[in-house]
């Protein structure tokens, strides 16, 4: 059963720069596409990207494409999330997910 453990959540200014890390455990995370989602309070989890499992196909929502960068390293079995340019509205809690399994979740705020 694929483990997945999350890291790199925290406080950042308006404009900055934040990544996210997700390691995986116990599986190959390569054989998997691989997504991040993030949930605002009060409302459901929802997709803000994600990598096809032979990393041709990505996708993006608009609200953060151009900003967020998804990405793996087969090597340390981990996944990514590059966020720039960040904004008060991104403000929530991040999870990735590798097929039917989920991180634990980090907190991201952007705020001044």
């Known amino acids: 059963q694929l483990q997945l453990v999350e890291s790199g959540g925290g406080l950042v200014q308006p404009g900055e720069s934040l990544k996210l890390s997700c390691t995986a455990s116990?599986?190959?995370?390569?054989?998997?596409?691989i997504a991040w989602f993030r949930q605002f309070p009060g409302q459901e989890r929802e997709g803000i990207g994600c990598?096809?499992?032979?990393?041709?196909?990505?996708y993006y929502v608009d609200s953060v494409k151009g900003r967020f960068t998804i990405s793996r390293d087969n090597a340390k079995n981990t996944m990514y999330l590059q966020m720039n340019s960040l904004k008060p509205e991104d403000t929530a809690v991040y999870y990735c997910?590798?097929?039917?399994?989920w991180g634990q979740g980090t907190q991201v705020t952007v705020s001044n």
């Open positions: 116990y599986a190959t995370l390569s054989n998997y596409p």
């Open positions: 997910n590798a097929g039917l399994n």
């Open positions: 990598i096809s499992s032979n990393d041709r196909f990505t």
